[in-house]
């Protein structure tokens, strides 16, 4: 069983930058795939970013790529998100998960889920 806790979301302006973390309990965070996912009212859950289990390979939504940097640090047992050059379009409940799969960019692909952290991106 993991839990997750994420933190880090907020209210900021166009253009600016928010660092998401998630905080996984449990001492084995390194045999999982980590990933971030967001849902916007009225609209579906989607795939953010996601990072391996060494954090060699990362993999990010056409949506973001270029503007977010997902890493990880398996001593604290804590993933991040880095989110630069926000837009309102951003706006949304960000979650963090975990998965042993290798099928890291599906949704369905994970088990575990956080509370999510509201980020809000003002105009």
């Known amino acids: 069983q993991v839990q997750l806790v994420e933190s880090g979301g907020g209210l900021v302006q166009a253009g600016g930058s928010l660092r998401l973390s998630c905080v996984a309990s449990?001492?084995?965070?390194?045999?999982?795939?980590m990933g971030w996912f967001r849902q916007a009212p009225g609209k579906e859950r989607e795939f953010v970013a996601a990072?391996?289990?060494?954090?060699?390979?990362?993999n990010y939504a056409v949506s973001v790529k270029g503007r977010v940097t997902i890493s990880r640090d398996n001593a604290k047992n804590t993933v991040y998100l880095q989110m630069n050059s926000l837009k309102p379009e951003d706006t949304a409940i960000y979650y963090c998960?975990?998965?042993?799969?290798?099928?890291?960019?599906?949704?369905?692909?994970?088990?575990?889920w956080g509370q999510g952290t509201q980020v809000t991106v003002s105009s």
């Open positions: 998960a975990a998965t042993r799969s290798y099928t890291i960019m599906t949704l369905d692909s994970y088990d575990y």
């Open positions: 449990g001492r084995t965070f390194d045999s999982y795939a």
């Open positions: 990072i391996s289990r060494s954090g060699g390979r990362m």
